[in-house]
């Protein structure tokens, strides 16, 4: 897969903010149109080989036309299903499609908006995170790896049952997890990271005091790289 590029198009893309909290309208995401084959082209033409599409934040907005809620796309103002159209342009110009999704969502029971795990406050709501997670691998597979963000922990549903969760469905979809257990992970994911063997942990930036359990990663991804340090 060489390297790919990471898109983030949510709330948070119209608020300025990196996390997004306490938004009870959907039509904060306000896009009119998009253009998924121009994404992927560029991506194409600079060399990459897949895109890391962000499927949905901790603030629980969906970017694929789910089943499961209604703070989805398709209720906003664009009233068009992102995630399709994407996978159809990856197709269409030969790139691998993973994609990003947070275990859980602040407003789910337990949870408090803005919240981490570090803060005890993390929704609860296993069913509906396996309801999700088996729309978008039988919907829109194959899906070469999912990233899934731990800053709201695990939703109630163990890492090593989310990745079996996975498996079952997508037996070649690697599995990475950006803190947290790393049992049953494939791939070493690591915010603020960089490039590093698989057997150098430090590679995994500020999550790498969560990699201890994990020694058969088969591949690594970081984000953050142009950012300076702080």
């Known amino acids: 897969m060489r390297w790919g590029i990471f898109v983030c198009w949510s709330f948070s893309t119209f608020s ?11 039509d904060l995401f306000s896009a009119k149109d998009c253009d998924t084959d121009q994404w992927v082209k560029a991506a194409k033409d600079a060399g990459m080989g897949y895109i890391l599409f962000l499927t949905k934040h901790h603030d629980g907005f969906c970017l694929w036309d789910t089943q499961t ?20 342009s990856c197709d269409k110009y030969g790139i ?5 999704f947070s275990e859980g969502e ?9 919240q981490n795990y570090l803060s005890g406050h993390t929704g609860k709501n296993p ?33 090593t049952e989310t990745a079996q969760w996975v498996k ?10 950006n803190a947290g257990s790393q049992l049953g992970a494939d791939v070493r994911l690591g915010e603020e990271g960089h490039p590093a ?34």
């Open 16 to 26: 300025g903010k990196e996390w997004t909290p306490g938004v009870t309208n959907v």
């Open 69 to 88: 809620t209604d703070r989805k796309v398709t209720k906003a103002s664009l009233g068009r299903d992102v995630l399709s159209e994407l996978k159809k």
């Open 96 to 100: 691998k499609l993973a994609l990003y």
């Open 106 to 114: 602040w407003a789910w029971p337990g949870g408090a908006p803005g």
């Open 127 to 159: 069913e509906m995170k396996k309801a999700q997670l088996k729309e978008l691998l039988t919907r829109y597979g194959p899906i070469e790896y999912i990233w899934f963000d731990y800053a709201v922990g695990d939703d109630g549903l163990s890492h």
């Open 168 to 177: 079952q469905f997508q037996p070649n979809c690697f599995v990475g997890f």
């Open 197 to 230: 063997s698989l057997s150098d942990n430090a590679g995994a930036g500020f999550n790498s005091k969560h990699m201890s359990e994990a020694n058969n990663y088969r591949l690594a991804e970081f984000t953050y790289p142009i950012l300076p340090k702080h």
